[in-house]
C-alpha cells in the first residue's frame, strides 16, 4: 500500500532563517506531487506542484521554492523565512491513470515563524 | 476554469441531528468531485468521491453525497451526527488533466452535545 510521510511533524523558526520541510511517497511510481499551506483560519492555497523529476511549477509568488530531487521526494524551502510563512503545510500525491484522480495528502508539518 | 463553493464556512448541529453540507461547483467539462475531511492538526482524508458512475455516493463513517448536475451541486449529508464528526470539511473539483484539485474554502462542522 502507499503511504507518504512528512517531516518534521513541527518546527519553530525565527525570521530570516532558512527552511527545508520534506516529504517521501512510497508504494508508488512517478507521482504528481503537491504542496498546499494552510494559514489560520483560511483554506488550502496549491504552492507547487510537480509531474516529474526536476519538474516544478510555481502556483503563487512567494518566498518559497521547491524541488523534486527523486522521483518520490518533494522539498520545499527557503533562504530567509517570513512572519507570513506561518501556516501548515500539507504534501500531496496522485497519479495520473484514468478515473478520479483524488490526492493522498500527508499528516502536515506545523511552521511557525517567530 | 473550474470552482467549488461551499455555502456557509460554519456549520453546528445537534448530536443526532442532520448533517448538511452544501458545495457548489463550476465546470466546462464532466467533473470529478471529492469531499475531504480534516480534523485538527491533521491530513486530509478522502471522505467519497464521485465517479459518474452513481449520482448517489456512499462514503467512510456514514457519510453521502449526491451529485446533482442540473444544480451543479455535491452536498454531503450524514442522517445523524456524531461527536467524533466535528471537524473541517472541503469539497473539491479536479482540474484539466494535470491532476490538480480546486478546493472550496471549507465548512467547519461543530456538533453539539
Known amino acids: 500500500s502507499q503511504t507518504i510521510h512528512q517531516w518534521p511533524a513541527t518546527l519553530v523558526q525565527p525570521v530570516g532563517s532558512p527552511l527545508s520541510l520534506e516529504c517521501t511517497v512510497e508504494?508508488?511510481?512517478?507521482?504528481?506531487l503537491y504542496w498546499y499551506r494552510q494559514a489560520a483560519g483560511r483554506g488550502l492555497q496549491l504552492l507547487f506542484y510537480?509531474?516529474?523529476?526536476?519538474?516544478i511549477s510555481s502556483e503563487v509568488p512567494q518566498n518559497l521554492s521547491a524541488s523534486r530531487p527523486q522521483d518520490r521526494q518533494f522539498i520545499l524551502s527557503s533562504k530567509k523565512l517570513l512572519l507570513s510563512d506561518s501556516g501548515f503545510y500539507l504534501c500531496?500525491?496522485?497519479?495520473?491513470?484514468?478515473?478520479?484522480?483524488?490526492?493522498?495528502f500527508g499528516p502536515g508539518t506545523r511552521l511557525t515563524v517567530l | 476554469a473550474q470552482s467549488v463553493t461551499q455555502l456557509g464556512s460554519h456549520v453546528s448541529v445537534s448530536e443526532g441531528a442532520l448533517v448538511l453540507l452544501r458545495c457548489n461547483y463550476s465546470?466546462?467539462?464532466?467533473?470529478?468531485l471529492f469531499w475531504y475531511v480534516q480534523y485538527p492538526n491533521q491530513g486530509l482524508q478522502l471522505l467519497l468521491k464521485?465517479?459518474?458512475?452513481?449520482?448517489l455516493v456512499k462514503g467512510i463513517n456514514g457519510f453521502e453525497a449526491e451529485f446533482k448536475k442540473s444544480e451543479t451541486s455535491f452536498h454531503l449529508t450524514k442522517p445523524s451526527a456524531h461527536m467524533s464528526d466535528a471537524a473541517e470539511y472541503f469539497c473539491?473539483?479536479?482540474?484539466?488533466?494535470?491532476?490538480?484539485?480546486?478546493f472550496g474554502q471549507g465548512t467547519t462542522l461543530q456538533v453539539k452535545p
Open positions: 500531496a500525491w496522485n497519479v495520473m491513470a484514468g478515473g478520479p484522480r483524488e490526492q493522498f
Open positions: 508504494g508508488t511510481s512517478n507521482p504528481n
Open positions: 510537480s509531474v516529474g523529476i526536476g519538474q
Open positions: 465546470s466546462s467539462v464532466p467533473p470529478y
Open positions: 464521485y465517479t459518474s458512475a452513481a449520482t
Open positions: 473539491a473539483v479536479t482540474s484539466s488533466n494535470t491532476g490538480k484539485l480546486i
